[in-house]
């Protein structure tokens, strides 16, 4: 096993050229930061597509409603879906959006954010202060820039998997 700084808030997401770790950041956003691993030790963001990835801002994922190939996936839907716990309020910091930085995808309401997330392929820092950071890419930033783009990508690259490392 690799030597991790916080096992315990380091994420593992494995794609399909090879894993991402994300150190999460509990300090800055907890409740983001525990809910992602809740979501990663239930199993739920296996498989899930990166349903919104747009070259030159981001990759969007995480949509455990509608976005698992293994169950009922619907492109359409994509999206549009979050988990069955209840949205999380906003907690916004001085972080910035910087390349590898994860950030919780919301509707218009800053305190809708639940599942769903995207990571950032170049500083977007036009969204610093209006959407929560709450990790960052350690290492593997070269898999996130190979995911297939598209709105939603005909044919869309999934986390094959996402563990907690402690759990590992």
């Known amino acids: ?29 907890p409740e983001h930061s525990a809910r992602m691993k809740e979501l990663a030790r239930s ?9 919104r990835v747009i070259d030159g801002f981001m990759a969007q994922t995480g949509d455990v409603a509608n976005g698992n190939m293994e169950k009922d996936f619907n492109l359409r839907m994509a999206g549009t879906g979050g ?6 309020p906003a907690e916004f910091s001085k972080l910035p959006h910087d390349r590898g930085t994860l950030g919780a995808a919301r509707s218009q309401n800053p305190n809708s954010a639940n599942s ?10 036009f969204l610093n202060g209006q959407y929560t950071v709450y990790g960052r890419v350690v290492s593997g930033m070269e ?9 939603p990508p005909a044919s869309p690259d999934r986390m094959i998997s996402v563990k907690v490392a402690a759990d590992v």
């Open 1 to 29: 096993m690799a030597d991790y700084k916080d096992p315990e808030n380091t994420i593992l997401m494995e794609l399909k050229d090879g894993t991402v770790v994300i150190e999460l950041l509990p300090d800055v956003a």
């Open 43 to 51: 199993g739920q963001y296996d498989n899930v597509a990166f349903h």
């Open 83 to 88: 988990s069955d716990l209840p949205n999380l």
């Open 116 to 125: 769903q997330f995207f990571i950032n392929f170049k500083d977007n820092h």
């Open 143 to 151: 898999h996130v820039d190979a995911i297939t783009r598209g709105e």
